[in-house]
Every structure is written in structure tokens, then in C-alpha cells.
């Protein structure tokens, strides 16, 4: 009597130990068809005119510039990033010069000393540690309400991370925000898109921000 091949006796050895054998994926074991979503129409979504972006005027004295995350571990090698440095730099500078507040903050873990040195805080200003929102477990609402502040320019990257949650949280605590959108950056353009549009579009927060450009800020 001849002997089984291996392909017979893997087929013995399977049905003796009640394994069933399982077929590649197919079409067949696709999810089923359902309700359209924004994924089927993903290809169809055209970007909207841009927002107009607009001139501030800013009283120092109840002003506060925000300087969000610009630190070496996220900012240093993202091209985006490194070219919004000298911008915020230069806007610090006016900043600083009219007696602004400058605030900065960090991501967890983060250190002064992780702050790109062309925008590093001054000794005694204030930082906070914190996720995208930077109002969240932090003191910042207090260190703002302390110097009576009313408006925040917030700069920062990232634009889609701390920019859009603490601009958001800004506005719902009823601060006027500025954006000045060549301050901001993100990993990707559409990023960067799509926080300028939600800033400006969102309900209850877009009426209380500005979309604005470095040099269109006046002290």
C-alpha cells in the first residue's frame, strides 16, 4: 500500500485535531456596506476660500505673548517649524520691548533649556508644563488673570496640537485671541489648513479670534 503524501497527512492531522482550515481574506471577508461617512467622500472634499487674515492692535499692558512648544526635540528638525523661529523671534523682540507678557510652555517632561535659544525665556518669566492645552492642570489662567490680561497672541507649533487647544481654551474663558498664522506650524500643510479654518469657523470660539500675520500686529 503506498504511503500518503505530506499534503494528505497535514490534512488527517487537521481534521483529527478539529482544526478548520482558515481561507485567505477576500473581498468576501470585507466590513459590510453601511452608512456613508466622511471616508467615502474623502477625495471630494474641496478646501473652502481662505480666511482673511486681519491687523491687531494690542494694549502691552493687557496683552500676553504665547510662545507654545518651540523646543528642540519637536521643532529643531521639522522644516516647518525652524522657519517660524526668527519670525517669533522678531515678534518677541517688539514683544519684550513694549513691556508685553511672554509666556512659554512645554510638553511634559519638557526643561527651559529644551526652548530653541533664539527664543528662550528671560529669567523670571513665566512657563508651563503641560499637553495641548496649556491652561489644562497648569497656572497659566491665573498668571494671565493676575496681570489683567485680556488678549493672547499665541505662537507655537503644534499648530494642529497646542496652537488649536489653547487658542480654543482662550476664547472659552473669554481671553481675545490673536493667531498670527506665520508663527504657527505643524508637520504637514494640511495641518496647518485645517487649524486655520477651525479657528475660524468653530461655534463659540471663532467670534473671539483673530487670524493675523506677524507684521500686521501693532503695540
Known amino acids: 500500500m503506498p504511503r500518503p503524501g505530506t499534503a494528505a497527512i497535514c490534512a488527517l492531522l487537521a481534521i483529527a485535531c478539529g482544526a478548520v482550515p482558515?481561507?485567505?481574506?477576500?473581498?468576501?471577508?470585507?466590513a459590510p456596506a453601511g452608512p456613508r461617512t466622511i471616508v467615502d467622500e474623502w477625495t471630494a472634499a474641496?478646501?473652502?476660500?481662505?480666511?482673511?487674515?486681519?491687523?491687531?492692535?494690542?494694549?502691552?499692558?493687557?496683552?500676553?505673548?504665547?510662545?507654545?512648544d518651540v523646543q528642540r526635540q519637536n521643532c529643531a528638525s521639522r522644516p516647518r517649524c525652524a522657519a517660524t523661529v526668527p519670525r517669533i523671534a522678531a515678534l518677541?523682540?517688539?514683544?519684550?520691548?513694549?513691556?508685553v507678557l511672554v509666556v512659554y510652555s512645554v510638553f511634559?517632561?519638557?526643561?527651559?533649556?529644551d526652548i530653541l535659544p533664539e527664543v528662550r525665556p528671560l529669567p523670571g518669566q513665566p512657563l508651563v508644563a503641560a499637553g495641548p492645552d496649556k491652561f489644562l492642570n497648569t497656572n497659566l489662567d491665573a498668571v494671565l488673570r493676575g496681570r489683567s490680561i485680556k488678549t493672547v497672541i499665541v505662537s507655537g507649533t503644534a499648530a494642529n496640537g497646542a496652537v488649536l487647544a489653547t487658542s480654543s481654551e482662550a476664547a472659552e474663558r473669554g481671553f481675545a485671541v490673536a493667531v498670527p498664522l506665520d508663527l504657527m506650524s505643524a508637520e504637514a500643510l494640511y495641518a496647518e489648513q485645517y487649524t486655520a479654518w477651525h479657528?475660524?469657523?468653530?461655534?463659540?470660539?471663532?467670534?473671539?479670534?483673530?487670524?493675523?500675520?506677524?507684521?500686521?500686529i501693532r503695540f
Not at 481561507?23 to 471577508?29: F, K, N, T, V
Not at 511634559?108 to 533649556?113: E, K, L, M
Not at 469657523?201 to 506677524?214: C, D, E, G, M
Request: glycine share 8%.
Open 22 to 30: 482558515r481561507a485567505l481574506p477576500g473581498p468576501a471577508d470585507a
Open 199 to 216: 479657528l475660524s469657523h468653530a461655534p463659540v470660539i471663532s467670534p473671539h479670534i483673530t487670524l493675523t500675520r506677524s507684521d500686521l
Open 108 to 113: 511634559p517632561g519638557g526643561h527651559v533649556d
Open 92 to 99: 518677541l523682540a517688539r514683544a519684550t520691548a513694549a513691556g
Open 46 to 68: 474641496k478646501a473652502p476660500p481662505a480666511p482673511p487674515l486681519k491687523p491687531v492692535t494690542a494694549d502691552p499692558g493687557t496683552t500676553a505673548f504665547l510662545i507654545l
